[in-house]
């Protein structure tokens, strides 16, 4: 019987290799369950879902105080060093129709590091693989998640400036994806802090969307 008082929010992580989808998606989860390191190359081969733990009246829904549990989907990165295109596609719609299925995604993340940005055809690659795997409505279901956030605050700028400043190759992504986006930084708060703030502003997007999924079969 499903808890009318408990959410579940069902993310997939996406990007290229090194964006840094497994620390983020530990940080979604407030645990360690992603294999996170430097690499000279890919890390991540095979798809792999955590769990969060409950977080109690994370929000309010309906003037009830609604428990949240977060599942993050982390994905092979892409371009990969050791697989093609055809077998992380094939590795990533697999895990999406194994794990969540007619439960469906809330919401995709394209992780993309803040000092790196999107710009030529190969950081353009993720977005592709979005595309083909979560299909035509893609655009309303997914937003970015930047990485190395603090790099931003290093070169002086605010999150406004740097997305004023940013190439076309990225504005024209954020405005089809209804700029939806949100900054991940690793000085100045506990990990518990940026797990809030980050899961407070996915909610948002969630909620825009009135809380519908992309199912998969």
């Not at 998640?145 to 504005?171: C, R, S, V």
Request: aromatic share 6%; hydrophobic share 35%; proline share 3%.
């Amino acid at each position: 019987m499903t808890d009318p008082n408990k959410m579940i929010i069902n993310l997939v992580l996406f990007g290229m290799t090194q964006s840094g989808k497994s620390s983020a998606g530990n940080i979604l989860l407030g645990s360690v369950d992603f294999h996170s390191i430097f690499a000279p190359c890919s890390v991540t081969k095979d798809c792999h879902l955590g769990r969060s733990c409950h977080l109690h009246s994370f929000i309010r829904r309906g003037g009830q105080e609604i428990t949240l549990q977060v599942q993050v989907l982390d994905t092979p990165g892409y371009p990969h060093s050791s697989l093609s295109k055809t077998q992380v596609k094939r590795e990533v719609k697999e895990a999406l129709a194994h794990h969540f299925g007619q439960d469906g995604v809330h919401l995709a993340l394209l992780v993309q590091r803040a000092d790196m940005p999107l710009c030529d055809q190969e950081a353009s690659s993720p977005i592709q693989m979005i595309q083909e795997i979560l299909g035509h409505a893609w655009k309303n279901y997914t937003a970015i998640l930047f990485t190395h956030a603090e790099k931003i605050e290093e070169a002086g700028l605010n999150e406004e400036q740097y997305l004023h400043e940013a190439p076309d190759t990225l504005l024209t992504l954020l405005n089809s994806i209804h700029r939806r986006c949100v900054f991940q930084y690793k000085k100045g708060n506990s990990l518990k802090e940026q797990r809030i703030t980050i899961l407070e502003r996915i909610m948002e997007f969630i909620k825009e969307n009135s809380y519908q999924v992309l199912t998969f079969k």
